[in-house]
């Protein structure tokens, strides 16, 4: 009976998605653009590891690549995997802590490079449904949170890289960034000389006969189940070849409302925004282009058991004014433990983000690039009916309590953000000048709120470039 429902709800969301009037750009990243904040989340068996192999913690990269980089074989990396239990794993906390966060959408590894699928799967039973004493399909319990939570619900699949499911292509890694394996030199050998493979099993089929046996059909179902996806996060291309993207981004197209990164194939695919990864870009870099960086709450994707760079509230307070101040999102990684749970630092982090947004959200969320960057801060545009407002987002407060803006603007009005005290300025020629209240020195970054006279000439961003980042763990 529950499938039945099931089925009629995903058919019921399809028709009406297929009834709509095509979109154009603008109105498809129309959400994206006023979300501006969203929680990453890598998560998977390799959660079990901690990053932590044979009594040695992986030496580079993410906790999620240490299959790879430690050279665990097939089969030893399966047993382990069919212990992954977390029974303390809550999709309406996970949705929630986003939501304290201040975040609006959640984008979910569906697969990660492991081959793992975190959704019951016909095209491999290597599945947390199928192959776990868990038994329950992750996928499903956060798609239906993150609805009953008003969240947007985005994937990641890995596309092209799996590790375990025969085929799939394998990044090549020294053993040097794994550990102090003794047999180093013999593996390095035989990595190079197997396209980054390290164990035969992984090379039994080619990798378009894995591409149209696992990546496809599992995109196929995962499309099928949940039409009111909103965003796609394919990553590390490899292998893919033209024709195969064009496959994939074929299933796409009965669902134009997904919004898709720009990793699928590089150049010939690039997708409806660019993602840097792990850094701010500079403003000339994405001039006229629709991006998100994707960062670190910590220093690893998935859940690293000796973690200690866990970035502060400030630090994450400041990368999503900057990242607002050059017209991009700010996508969030946290990963949960082998449990299910989502470490106390990064939880404690997130929620002062979100206090932070309670009282100053007007400025991050549906604001674009000002094309300003003063040194004391950033400034933040947003356009609303009838003229457009600068927020000045202050990092250094100025010892004199004087900000200077410069560029040939003429303002009507100014004041505190979060409790809308009266703030005096002045303009002569192309500068203004804006005296603070004394006591906004003590603030977290306050935040200036300056309603420009006039509305400023729109912003016009494009899609369809050949712009693109550079994706960090491929190295």
């Given at each position: 009976?529950?499938?039945?429902?099931?089925?009629?709800?995903?058919?019921?969301?399809?028709?009406?998605?297929?009834?709509?009037?095509?979109?154009?750009?603008?109105?498809?990243?129309?959400?994206?653009?006023?979300?501006?904040?969203?929680?990453?989340?890598?998560?998977?068996?390799?959660?079990?590891?901690?990053?932590?192999?044979?009594?040695?913690?992986?030496?580079?990269?993410?906790?999620?690549?240490?299959?790879?980089?430690?050279?665990?074989?097939?089969?030893?990396?399966?047993?382990?995997?069919?212990?992954?239990?977390?029974?303390?794993?809550?999709?309406?906390?996970?949705?929630?802590?986003?939501?304290?966060?201040?975040?609006?959408?959640?984008?979910?590894?569906?697969?990660?490079?492991?081959?793992?699928?975190?959704?019951?799967?016909?095209?491999?039973?290597?599945?947390?449904?199928?192959?776990?004493?868990?038994?329950?399909?992750?996928?499903?319990?956060?798609?239906?949170?993150?609805?009953?939570?008003?969240?947007?619900?985005?994937?990641?699949?890995?596309?092209?890289?799996?590790?375990?499911?025969?085929?799939?292509?394998?990044?090549?890694?020294?053993?040097?960034?794994?550990?102090?394996?003794?047999?180093?030199?013999?593996?390095?050998?035989?990595?190079?000389?197997?396209?980054?493979?390290?164990?035969?099993?992984?090379?039994?089929?080619?990798?378009?006969?894995?591409?149209?046996?696992?990546?496809?059909?599992?995109?196929?179902?995962?499309?099928?189940?949940y039409p009111d996806l909103a965003v796609i996060f394919f990553d590390t291309p490899?292998?893919?070849?033209?024709?195969?993207?064009?496959?994939?981004?074929?299933?796409?197209?009965?669902?134009?409302?997904?919004?898709?990164?720009?990793?699928?194939?590089?150049?010939?695919?690039?997708?409806?925004?660019?993602?840097?990864?792990?850094?701010?870009?500079?403003?000339?870099?994405?001039?006229?282009?629709?991006?998100?960086?994707?960062?670190?709450?910590?220093s690893s994707w998935g859940y690293k058991s000796w973690e200690n760079k866990w970035?502060?509230?400030?630090?994450?307070?400041?990368?999503?004014?900057?990242?607002?101040?050059?017209?991009?999102?700010?996508?969030?990684?946290?990963?949960?433990?082998?449990?299910?749970?989502?470490?106390?630092?990064?939880?404690?982090?997130?929620?002062?983000?979100?206090?932070?947004?309670?009282?100053?959200?007007?400025?991050?969320?549906?604001?674009?690039?000002?094309?300003?960057?003063?040194?004391?801060?950033?400034?933040?545009?947003?356009?609303?009916?009838?003229?457009?407002?600068?927020?000045?987002?202050?990092?250094?407060?100025?010892?004199?309590?004087?900000?200077?803006?410069?560029?040939?603007?003429?303002?009507?009005?100014?004041?505190?953000?979060?409790?809308?005290?009266?703030?005096?300025?002045?303009?002569?020629?192309?500068?203004?000048?804006?005296?603070?209240?004394?006591?906004?020195?003590?603030?977290?970054?306050?935040?200036?709120?300056?309603?420009?006279?006039?509305?400023?000439?729109?912003?016009?961003?494009?899609?369809?470039?050949?712009?693109?980042?550079?994706?960090a763990d491929t190295d």
């Open positions: 009976m529950r499938k039945t429902l099931y089925c009629l709800l995903s058919l019921c969301l399809a028709l009406n998605l297929s009834a709509q009037a095509p979109l154009t750009q603008e109105e498809k990243m129309e959400w994206w653009n006023e979300a501006k904040f969203g929680l990453f989340v890598h998560w998977g068996p390799y959660s079990l590891y901690g990053g932590v192999y044979n009594g040695f913690p992986q030496r580079r990269g993410g906790a999620e690549w240490i299959m790879n980089r430690c050279k665990i074989p097939v089969m030893e990396y399966r047993a382990k995997a069919s212990t992954f239990n977390p029974v303390e794993f809550d999709a309406d906390q996970l949705a929630t802590l986003a939501v304290d966060a201040g975040m609006k959408y959640l984008v979910l590894t569906t697969k990660h490079h492991d081959g793992f699928a975190m959704f019951q799967s016909d095209a491999s039973r290597f599945n947390i449904v199928d192959y776990t004493p868990f038994g329950r399909d992750v996928v499903d319990e956060v798609v239906r949170a993150c609805r009953r939570h008003g969240l947007k619900i985005g994937f990641y699949y890995s596309q092209s890289q799996d590790w375990c499911n025969a085929g799939g292509a394998t990044a090549r890694k020294e053993m040097k960034e794994g550990w102090a394996n003794p047999d180093s030199t013999e593996i390095d050998r035989f990595t190079r000389e197997h396209g980054g493979a390290w164990d035969y099993k992984q090379r039994e089929r080619s990798f378009d006969e894995y591409f149209h046996a696992v990546a496809l059909p599992q995109m196929k179902e995962l499309l099928s189940r490899m292998s893919i070849t033209e024709a195969q993207a064009r496959e994939m981004q074929d299933l796409l197209k009965d669902f134009p409302q997904i919004i898709v990164n720009d990793r699928l194939k590089r150049p010939d695919f690039p997708g409806d925004y660019k993602t840097p990864e792990g850094r701010i870009p500079e403003p000339e870099d994405v001039k006229g282009v629709y991006w998100e960086t994707c960062m670190n709450v910590g970035k502060s509230c400030d630090e994450v307070i400041r990368t999503l004014a900057t990242i607002a101040a050059r017209g991009g999102n700010l996508l969030l990684n946290v990963g949960p433990d082998a449990l299910g749970r989502v470490p106390g630092q990064a939880q404690d982090c997130l929620r002062e983000v979100g206090r932070w947004l309670s009282v100053n959200g007007e400025a991050i969320y549906g604001t674009q690039r000002s094309g300003l960057h003063p040194d004391w801060g950033e400034v933040i545009r947003k356009d609303v009916p009838g003229g457009s407002v600068f927020y000045l987002c202050i990092y250094d407060f100025p010892e004199d309590g004087t900000l200077t803006l410069d560029g040939n603007f003429s303002f009507r009005k100014a004041s505190v953000l979060a409790d809308g005290t009266p703030v005096r300025f002045s303009t002569r020629g192309s500068r203004t000048t804006v005296q603070l209240p004394a006591g906004l020195a003590t603030e977290k970054y306050p935040v200036i709120k300056l309603e420009l006279r006039r509305p400023l000439p729109p912003v016009k961003l494009l899609s369809n470039t050949e712009l693109y980042f550079k994706i």
